[in-house]
Every structure is written in C-alpha cells, then in structure tokens.
C-alpha cells in the first residue's frame, strides 16, 4: 500500500503534468502562424535579456538538449523571426538575436494568450492564483537545483 506523503507526491505531479499539458494544447491553438509554445518561449526569453545568446546557453535556460534548440532556432530562422551569426570571438559558435519580424510575432502571440490565460486567472480567482505561486516557484528552484 502507498503511504500517504508517496500519494500527496504523485497527485501533486499528477495534476502538474496534467494542467501543463491542457495549458500547452489550448495556448498552441491560439499561436499565430503555426508557432509552437518551444518557438514562443524563445522569443519571449530573447526580447526579455535584449541580447544575443548562443544556442548552447539558450539550451541551458530552457534545460533542453542543444539538439531540440537547434531544431527550434532553424525553424524560428526560416521564419524570419531570429538571426543567427557567427560568434566573431570563436569562430565554432554561433550567436542567436530576435529579429524585428521575431518582436512583432512575440507580441501577435502574446496578443493571442492573454486572454487565455486572464480568462484562467478570473476563473480561478487572484487571491488563489497568488497564494499558489510560491509553492509553484518554491517547486521549480528546487528542480532546478538538481
């Protein structure tokens, strides 16, 4: 039999697992132009530091492989959305900016999730939303630390 500290483990995960990917569903149907929420994070995370960053430090933030943001960055450079350079410093890396067509999709996708996601929000109530959020970033610094 489970004892009760592994059950409150695994709804805890259970329903965060769950609620990410409903939350991920209903916000990649409202993206523009077949932007993915992997695209979106990027851009938002460029336009955010307001500087380059190398696919390998990009890899890092989002705790991804450099293999899927590679595959991310050529997908967002076919869509004009970043610019991708030669390191001048070290000519074996590259360096990854948002483009201005990048900052304008930014913006159309977060014109398109914030009503979603304030929708969410009023349903759920403020007071609520805020008395969840430092369990929720408690819980991420802690993965993260791993």
Do not use: C
């Amino acid at each position: 039999m489970t004892n009760p500290e592994n059950a409150l483990a695994i709804s805890l995960f259970s329903e965060l697992l769950t609620a990410d990917q409903l939350l991920r569903n209903r916000l990649t149907r409202v993206l523009p132009d077949r932007m993915e929420i992997s695209h979106f994070s990027v851009l938002n995370h460029l336009a955010r530091v307001q500087d380059e960053r190398s696919p390998a430090q990009l890899a890092r933030s989002f705790h991804v492989t450099r293999g899927a943001m590679t595959n991310t960055l050529a997908k967002l450079e076919i869509a004009g959305y970043v610019h991708i350079r030669p390191d001048w410093d070290d000519a074996r890396r590259k360096m990854v900016s948002i483009s201005p067509a990048g900052k304008r999709a930014r913006e159309a996708a977060l014109a398109a999730m914030t009503p979603v996601i304030s929708e969410m929000v009023g349903e759920l109530g403020a007071e609520k939303v805020r008395a969840a959020l430092p369990v929720l970033r408690e819980l991420r610094l802690k993965l993260e630390a791993e």
